[in-house]
């Protein structure tokens, strides 16, 4: 494009920089650049000189020196000898761990709650107001708090399942609930393909991820075939098969038993023993988050006019398709933004841990690292910095899901 | 269809029907209890559910609140007066920790014959707040909306009266200076005029200004520490002071995102980001480890007032996107009217686009503050005396060790009240809000 | 549409003098690669009411809005009265506070009563001290006739009485040049004509007016000047008689018999 507005003959003028809106936005920007400069420039020379004062440099190579304290809770292994780095990733993972049961549990609570609060039950509506209400309006430090002292206060010890006249009994037999944790059945394999279990689980989780997919091919085909013949097949029990067959034989092959816990001395033995600090975090962060996912829910429902189900129903569809193929499209659109941000809320809430003394990233990295090391700089900054990406890995990930729920749309 | 035509005989209605009764399966309770709880099978089974459930929960939080023992002065008095009266199996709450600790979970260690002035400085706020959030009300009040935080930080932390003083005389300096001299060196000379002044007098005058008038005229009250301060008072000043002090640079964030001038809208974008994509709680810990760090060697100040600055550096990117909503739902051609009648990008801000955009933020800011003042507990990780932080010292003092319960019903309790209605006036708002927008 | 404009208007005022108000020559301007102005010459002597009709996505409305640079364009010059329009923001300014311009939509401030509306710019723009600034405001708001709803607020109006304080708001200014951007198109019928007769009553005092409608029978009664325009050039211009009944060009043909012939 040609620019044609100076009248011929004259020069640059000075004042041009501010009243000229081809160099006025230069200017401001350079401006601000240079403020912007002055201020980051002002702050890392303090930083510097107090760094020197207190006689400390900035070096990550405490990462690799050995940390020297125990986590109880780790999915790798790990001891005291492990370097602080691997006590940051333990912790990493522990993050990551309670985020995404969290996340799971919330989900499934908030579109119970959500989708109950719409009933035409009043008692129903009316109870799931309480919940939704109840949880989203009083601190979830609070609730965390709360649930952890139920986990310690109000359960029986170990020492009560024993004897012949014990005061608590286990569940089906298989979960123990303690004040020390909740003890659940194991999988173990008698005859496993690895030594190492992670690489058996692995075997289990690909062949399942294998039959959801083939799950999904059947029910493209069953498209087709509706789209061909105007009857859609009945696959139900096909989907059931694909589903539980292959993993149900791998269990077979491999010899898969329960290993349920059993009271041995003065605790239980066996099973997998779920930390109180884990229950307690996963439990009120799923259901503190759970009631604002039932808002969203109910908003998202809501949104959709009534008119939509009307047109639906005055086609003849019936209810259940309605709703999957005219209302739930429209409102996983309203739903998914904030959803999103219900997610990233709970990731970051997560770091709440430190109220139970579970051992999550800030707890290790953010927390007894740096207090062993001295290393507040660079411990606070990694830990920011893990956040940070967190946060815009499930912002990209829950992006490219819109993105797919907005294609389906058109 | 013709034929129905055809056999249509003319009618005239003779006399008017009056309306009558439904039948009886189709009104009253009959009806209301039919259709909302045990019109279908599922319905049945979900009603017999929930009762099962508001059962269980009630008989047993009822008999035990009811039945609470609010006179003790112990946990162990608690208990003998229970094994007295209902027997050692009973299992009652005792309310007496509440009614004897319950104005330290409101106020901290405020001194308690001082907690009238954390209560005045908490209807000055409701006083203050009243002009921007009713318009009915006399412009003349936003005057007291001005005066408000100083009266409110001399209430609150005591001292000369001439602080709060020279300090606010500094505002009133950047006012006269684009006031005054506004008109004769133009807009942009007023504002840096503006910002300089009050900041040399800050700087310089406003300290030896302060004591020496202090020295004069010893006008004050007893001043209380920020470590005295606690429970909801500490709270709510947290909150308060956070959301209050962040619009300005909340506001600043949004326009600065909504700005076509590269570097200052990237700017803004990743400073928003970075402080959303970050839990408070690691702010908070850098506030509290990092803070003295940035700034010149020596500074050293309060950890309430390093609390206070982080968390409004927070609220603001939270504010900023609060803002940024608010400014996205204004009419395109508000923007274009302001252009054409010849008012330039602040004026068209300041009198056109902000009032507007923010009338319709200040839902979302109320929401906003709610969050944040549910947030302010997290202030116990870093040592300052939250309502939660207040409830584990209370249970370590020997009287009430081993005491739960009756604490987290109580803060519950009044974080609900407080929240619950703050929520339910945010919907009301964004009702009328919504209605006077058709 | 015809029958809603004002019948009889008193011509003898409508002076056009030779002095020139606007001048746009070789004027280009594109939305990313669409062109949607293509070499507009147009010459506007003060006094002239000119109508500018078209199809929609004609270029019309971009047209007058770059004339107070809501839009800006990007190739040839325009001159509102003799300041040239360009990057200068002084000369943006100074343009925008003479050329009053009227929506579609009216874009009056809600927040503000209709007072306020009309008292924002002059105060703030031209810095006429507020009581000034105030009766000016009564002045033209009695001109358009309804100085009674002085201090309700704009929701409070119809529609038409809303685009008559929009074009108070716009003379208090007292600009030079008046814009008109389809005022009456999101009228109800019934208001349309009181708008209408305010327009009219300003072309009887001889105010240099261009106006984007649809209603061609305002055109025919108060402009001196129709122009239509398609594919964002200017396809033909005669004066109102001519051009409604002897059209030249085809598409003037095509979109009159459309509008007209119903």
């Known amino acids: ?410 | 269809m013709s034929d129905t035509h055809a056999q249509t005989v003319a009618y005239v209605r003779d006399t008017m029907t009056d309306q009558r009764e439904p039948p009886l399966s189709q009104s009253g309770a009959y009806k209301w209890v039919h259709e909302n709880m045990l019109s279908t099978p599922l319905n049945v089974i979900l009603t017999v559910a929930s009762l099962w459930v508001i059962w269980v929960v009630l008989s047993h939080v009822m008999p035990w609140a009811i039945f609470g023992i609010w006179d003790a002065t112990s946990l162990s008095e608690c208990r003998a007066i229970r094994d007295e009266i209902y027997g050692a199996d009973a299992s009652v709450a005792c309310w007496a920790v509440i009614s004897e600790r319950w104005p330290q979970l409101l106020f901290g260690f405020y001194p308690p014959e001082m907690y009238w002035r954390p209560v005045l400085a908490f209807v000055l706020f409701l006083a203050a707040i009243a002009p921007i959030l009713f318009n009915s009300l006399p412009r003349k009040m936003l005057w007291l909306t001005a005066a408000a935080p100083f009266v409110m930080f001399w209430l609150i932390w005591g001292g000369t009266i001439w602080g709060p003083i020279c300090i606010a005389l500094g505002f009133v300096i950047g006012w006269a200076a684009v006031h005054f001299a506004g008109p004769r060196i133009g807009a942009l000379g007023s504002i840096l005029l503006a910002v300089v002044l009050p900041v040399l007098y800050w700087l310089v005058i406003a300290g030896p200004l302060a004591s020496g008038l202090s020295t004069i005229l010893p006008i004050g009250l007893e001043q209380v520490a920020s470590r005295d301060m606690g429970g909801f008072m500490l709270a709510l000043i947290i909150g308060i002071a956070g959301i209050v002090l962040s619009l300005p640079l909340g506001i600043v964030l949004a326009l600065g995102r909504q700005s076509d001038l590269f570097l200052i809208n990237k700017v803004s974008v990743i400073f928003i980001e970075v402080i959303r994509g970050v839990p408070l709680i690691v702010w908070l810990f850098t506030a509290s480890l990092l803070l003295n760090y940035f700034l010149p060697p020596g500074t050293n100040f309060d950890l309430m007032l390093r609390v206070i600055i982080m968390v409004t550096l927070f609220s603001s990117a939270y504010i900023a996107e609060v803002v940024r909503g608010g400014l996205a739902a204004l009419h395109k051609g508000q923007y274009e009217a302001a252009d054409a009648l010849g008012l330039d990008y602040w004026k068209s801000m300041r009198l056109v686009v902000l009032p507007q955009a923010l009338k319709i933020s200040i839902p979302g800011i109320v929401n906003t503050f709610i969050g944040l003042f549910k947030d302010t507990t997290l202030v116990v990780f870093i040592g300052l005396l939250d309502p939660i932080g207040l409830s584990n010292a209370i249970r370590a003092s020997t009287q009430w060790n081993g005491i739960y319960w009756e604490l987290f019903v109580f803060i519950g309790l009044c974080f609900f009240i407080f929240c619950f209605s703050m929520g339910r006036y945010s919907l009301f708002l964004e009702k009328k809000l919504r209605r006077e927008h058709r | 549409m015809q029958n809603q404009a004002t019948g009889t208007v008193d011509r003898s005022h409508m002076q056009v003098s030779d002095e020139i108000a606007i001048q746009i020559t070789k004027m280009n301007k594109w939305y990313g690669s669409f062109h949607v102005l293509r070499d507009i010459d147009l010459t506007v002597h003060r006094g002239e009411r000119i109508v500018i009709a078209g199809p929609s996505g004609s270029g019309k409305s971009t047209m007058i809005r770059c004339i107070n640079r809501l839009e800006e364009h990007q190739a040839g010059k325009i001159i509102v009265d003799g300041t040239e329009l360009g990057s200068d923001l002084k000369n943006i300014d100074k343009i925008r506070s003479e050329v009053g311009m009227v929506f579609q939509h009216f874009n009056l401030f809600p927040h503000l009563t209709i007072l306020e509306n009309c008292t924002l710019a002059p105060i703030w723009v031209r810095k006429v001290p507020k009581k000034e600034a105030e009766a000016t405001a009564m002045h033209f708001l009695e001109k358009v006739k309804i100085p009674e709803q002085a201090h309700k607020y704009p929701g409070q109006l119809s529609g038409g009485q809303q685009q008559r304080v929009a074009i108070a708001r716009s003379l208090c200014m007292k600009p030079r040049i008046m814009l008109f951007d389809e005022p009456t198109s999101a009228l109800d019928p019934e208001m349309i004509k009181e708008v209408l007769d305010t327009m009219v009553s300003l072309a009887e005092e001889g105010m240099t007016m261009l106006c984007v409608t649809h209603e061609m029978g305002f055109a025919q009664a108060v402009a001196n000047r129709v122009i239509f325009m398609d594919a964002g050039q200017i396809v033909e211009q005669n004066e109102p008689n001519a051009f409604f009944n002897n059209p030249q060009h085809e598409r003037t043909k095509l979109f009159l018999s459309q509008i007209l012939g119903h």
């Open chain 1, 1 to 410: 494009m040609t620019t044609m507005t100076d009248p011929p003959g004259q020069g640059f003028r000075l004042s041009q920089l501010i009243y000229d809106t081809r160099y006025r936005s230069l200017t401001i920007q350079i401006v601000a650049m240079i403020l912007l400069m002055l201020l980051v420039s002002w702050l890392v020379a303090n930083t510097i000189t107090n760094l020197h004062a207190l006689g400390k440099d900035f070096d990550f190579g405490f990462l690799a020196q050995p940390s020297g304290y125990d986590i109880n809770q780790r999915l790798i292994e790990y001891d005291s000898q492990s370097t602080h780095g691997r006590a940051a990733v333990v912790g990493i993972l522990n993050t990551l761990l309670v985020a995404f049961l969290g996340c799971a549990l919330a989900t499934v609570l908030g579109v119970i709650a959500g989708v109950l609060r719409l009933s035409n039950n009043w008692l129903v509506s009316r109870l799931m107001a309480v919940y939704v209400e109840g949880f989203r309006n009083v601190p979830l430090l609070l609730w965390i708090v709360l649930i952890f002292a139920l986990m310690t206060e109000s359960t029986p010890a170990p020492s009560a399942f024993r004897g012949d006249t014990p005061t608590a009994s286990m569940l089906l037999d298989g979960v123990a609930v303690t004040n020390r944790g909740v003890y659940i059945p194991a999988i173990h394999f008698a005859s496993p393909f690895f030594e190492s279990g992670m690489y058996n689980w692995l075997i289990v989780l690909i062949a399942f991820a294998a039959s959801v997919f083939a799950v999904r091919r059947l029910g493209v085909w069953a498209a087709a075939r509706q789209e061909a013949t105007g009857d859609r097949p009945t696959t139900w029990y096909l989907t059931l098969g694909i589903l539980v067959l292959p993993v149900a034989i791998l269990f077979v092959l491999m010899g898969a038993f329960l290993d349920l816990p059993a009271l041995k001395g003065f605790n239980f033995q066996g099973g997998v023993h779920l930390r109180g600090s884990l229950i307690a975090l996963w439990l009120a962060l799923s259901l503190y988050t759970g009631a604002f996912i039932a808002e969203i829910v109910r908003g998202g429902i809501l949104a959709i006019s009534k008119g939509q189900s009307e047109a639906a129903f005055a086609l003849g569809l019936r209810p259940g398709t309605t709703m999957n193929l005219v209302i739930l499209p429209q409102a996983l659109r309203v739903i998914i933004p904030p959803l999103t941000s219900q997610y990233l809320n709970l990731t970051k809430n997560s770091s709440l841990a430190i109220a139970v003394g579970y051992m999550d990233a800030r707890s290790t990295l953010g927390g007894i690292t740096i207090n062993q090391t001295g290393r507040e700089l660079e411990g606070m900054l990694l830990l920011g910095l893990f956040y940070l990406v967190l946060s815009l890995a499930i912002s990209a990930v829950m992006n490219v899901y819109n993105n797919s729920v907005k294609l389906k749309e058109r």
